[in-house]
């Protein structure tokens, strides 16, 4: 799996001009899920991102997690993370099929739920513009198949 965690102060996920998805400070996260990608890899990325530091304590120094700054998620599914880059036209066969990557989105939302987050989220395969701004900004990849 692949996320691009940033901290934002603000994010929104919009559908043919409706928001369906919106959070103040957090983090938005864009995923994408590969073809060898199971739910134990799911669940660790899960752990990994909700226990992620990068808010600033008392000092200016990046120590404090989501959950102790009340941070919510929205989580937007992103096949183009794993687009082949090879050419100038990408190609997105490297992409987990949607039988393996729904139920893997939806498990990365459910395992953050259960964590106690409040977890906003796009529409699968959907057309969708997604906002944010950006704080600080810190942005975090995670690639769970990069050694």
């Given amino acids: 799996m692949r996320a691009v965690v940033t901290r934002v102060s603000s994010a929104s996920v919009a559908i043919g001009g409706e928001t369906v998805g919106e959070i103040g ?3 938005l996260v864009l995923l994408g899920v590969g073809p060898g990608d199971t739910g134990e890899v799911c669940d660790k990325l899960a752990r990994k991102v909700c226990d992620l530091r990068v808010f600033e304590d008392e000092n200016g120094k990046m120590n404090l ?3 102790q700054v009340g941070g919510a998620l929205l989580v ?3 096949f183009t993370l794993y687009a082949d880059t090879s050419s100038r036209r990408p190609g997105f066969s490297g992409a987990a099929k949607p039988e393996l990557a729904v139920p893997l989105y939806e498990r990365f939302l459910d395992r953050c739920r259960q964590r106690g987050f409040r977890v906003e989220h796009g529409r699968f395969g ?3 513009q997604v906002a944010s701004v950006n704080d600080g900004p810190v942005t975090i ?3 769970t ?3």
């Fill in 65 to 67: 997690s989501l959950e």
């Fill in 126 to 128: 959907a057309e969708m």
């Fill in 145 to 147: 198949e990069a050694k």
């Fill in 25 to 27: 400070r957090g983090f």
């Fill in 76 to 78: 937007v599914s992103q």
């Fill in 141 to 143: 990849l995670f690639d």
